[in-house]
């Protein structure tokens, strides 16, 4: 058993050790075990276990992570997005897909929402020419200093066939980048 330590970001700062193990080749686990003891009601300590298990190759645990992050802070789109990341990583695209939906619901203005669930379109070729393009319109509107935002939104046009539109974002994300 792990002491418990007090004294205000230290159980995160177990897990950002374990981060940076992770960043630099090496395991983390031991580190990520010691936050989940010390705090086990911290979604951020839960996220960052649930991007262990995603780097892990397993989106099933990563799933449980994140769902306890989310259940710890129901209002943040970040969990959402990161369910639905771990669901796409487990090739459950219906439930990825509401959870990217949920996302821009909780967030509506929150760039990282949209510019997900444009990429779930966009990667899965799942309602590009609505869900998609909705997507692509909102982050446009609220990241339109970001050479990614225009990447996704001329990928997009390419796949509707919206040529002109298509090279315009194009070469704007270029210009950007």
């Keep these: 058993a792990y002491p418990r ?9 177990w897990a950002w050790i374990g981060e940076a193990f992770q960043q630099t080749g090496g395991d983390g686990r031991t580190q990520l075990d010691r936050a989940l003891f ?3 009601r911290s979604a951020s300590v839960q996220a960052l276990d649930g991007l262990y298990w995603i780097r892990q190759e ?14 710890i802070e129901p209002l943040n789109p ?13 090739t459950d695209l219906v439930t990825a897909s509401i959870h990217y939906r949920s996302a821009v619901v909780l967030g509506p203005d929150d760039p990282s929402a949209w510019r997900a669930l444009a990429l779930f379109c966009l990667e899965n070729d799942s309602d590009v020419n609505n869900t998609g393009v909705l ?8 990241a339109p200093d970001e050479w990614l935002t225009y990447d996704i939104a001329g990928r997009i046009a390419l796949r509707i ?7 315009a974002h194009l070469l704007k994300a270029v210009e950007l980048a």
């Excluded at 330590?5 to 700062?13: D, K, N, R, T």
């Excluded at 990563?62 to 992050?69: D, G, I, K, M, N």
């Design 78 to 90: 970040a969990w959402q997005v990161a369910l639905g990341d771990a669901a796409s990583a487990a």
């Design 135 to 142: 997507a692509v319109r909102n982050l446009l509107r609220l």
């Design 38 to 40: 010390l705090a086990p």
């Design 5 to 13: 330590l007090s004294g205000p970001g230290v159980v995160e700062a």
């Design 161 to 167: 066939g919206a040529m002109q539109e298509a090279f």
């Design 58 to 71: 397993q989106p099933k645990k990563a799933l449980a992570a994140f769902e306890r992050a989310a259940a």
